[in-house]
């Protein structure tokens, strides 16, 4: 069995993390290949190096003097290599990117975190270190190019049984560094793992998996121990965040399973993330996750089912504002719709004003602190009355829904409810559907 394991910032904060690193490679040879973040915080107050690198980046751009900075992260970086006793001239590396700083782009400064990281750490467990500039291409519109990408890697592998690889970036065409998104190690390992087609992709974090509930919200939920892909990317998107959600993409179309583990208990059962799963859930739903923060604007027009486009061309007010939506709950001459508070605090007014000024509805509203909650899980297609049950717990427990909206796939109920009983409304779900099934 091949693993790529993939260690994100927590598990890489300082000389204590590295050994527990090592301990889990040496602990499994299918750990082969191994992918590195830069180190992250190491206690509440501290600062990801990472973080340190943009402030860095921006003493630079505003022409102040980063020295105190720099110094921070060439402290973080040698206090590793001295606890762990290691040789490579990390003091010289630093200082010459250091007085290299203006001639470098924003993408190779805040990527330097990933890169020092994976050096130390290829010493570490002296395995070989392979630059992520010199096997992840991207092409000139900011997209993977697959098959650069794929060829550069299996050469690696055909050349080293072990390597090291830093996260977070790779290369253009033109060799000019390119950085992911902010968390974009998870991307990195993921696309390891499609290109040299690996049986199981690890990554290694601070947290067992994940849990059916917000552990803030719920007392001792649940864990997850199985997730289809799709059940994750919903999950996520209303807050459940352990994993770079695109992360899933390149792994998801040869079905390759994602392991979430915890680097600070490696004995836990963590989370599989795998669209077929042949363990069936003891519960109708998988997991139940919300955010508040939302606001929505309800609109109706007499005889609007007759009138062609008149949705559209509301929606093309929000799109000329730039305005994400999140939800559209519709009736016969009526509709909803759904979007973040922040995306339109200062231009709410004038487009309700266009909205009437144009399209002259008959009504329309507004209503604001409305929290969505999702409950997810694949098994409540195939459960009758899942829908009637949840409804009639909330309706039981005088929360009153202002927005439901249900997937045409079947496996997420999203209830909009007012912001004061949004904590109330995930105890509610999760005891219907969890703990009830548990005291059967």
Known sequence: MLKITKFGGSSVADARQFEKVRSIIQSDPDRKYVVVSAPGRRFHSDSKLTDLLYLLDAHRQYHVDASNVFRMIKERFVEIKSQLGLKQPI????????????????????????????????????????????????????????????????????????????????????????????????????????????????????????????????????????????????????????????????????????????TNRPQDAGTIIQEVSAVPSPYAITGIAGKAGFMSIYIYKKHMSNEVGYMRKVLSILEDYNVSIEHIPSGIDSFTIVIEEKDIEDRLYEMLARIKKELKPDEIRTQNKIALISTVGKNMSSRPGTSGKLFGALGMNNINIVMIAQGSDEINITVGVNEHDFKKTVHVIYDTFVTEEETR
């Not at 782009?105 to 990933?114: F, L, M, P, W, Y």
């Not at 270190?129 to 992840?136: G, L, P, Q, S």
């Not at 902010?182 to 390891?192: K, N, P, T, V």
């Open 91 to 262: 003091e010289k590396e630093l200082d010459a990117f250091y007085t290299n700083l203006n001639t470098l782009s924003q993408a190779e400064i805040v990527s330097r975190g990933e890169y020092f990281c994976a050096k130390m750490m290829a010493e570490y467990l002296g395995f070989p270190f392979v630059d992520a500039k010199d096997v992840i291409r991207f092409r000139l519109d900011r997209t993977i190019d697959w098959e650069a990408t794929k060829s550069k890697l299996i050469t690696k592998t055909a050349q080293y049984d072990n390597f090291v690889m830093p996260g977070f970036y790779g290369a253009t065409a033109n060799d000019q560094i390119q950085v992911f998104s902010r968390g974009g190690g998870d991307i990195s390992g993921a696309i390891l793992a499609r290109c040299i087609e690996a049986d199981v992709y690890e990554n290694w974090t601070d947290v067992s998996g994940f849990l059916m509930a917000d552990p803030t919200v719920v007392k001792d939920p649940e864990p997850i121990t199985h997730i289809s892909y799709s059940e994750l990317r919903e999950l996520s998107y209303m807050g459940a965040s352990v994993l770079h959600e695109e992360a899933i993409f390149p792994v998801k179309e040869k079905n390759i399973p994602i392991h979430i583990l915890n």
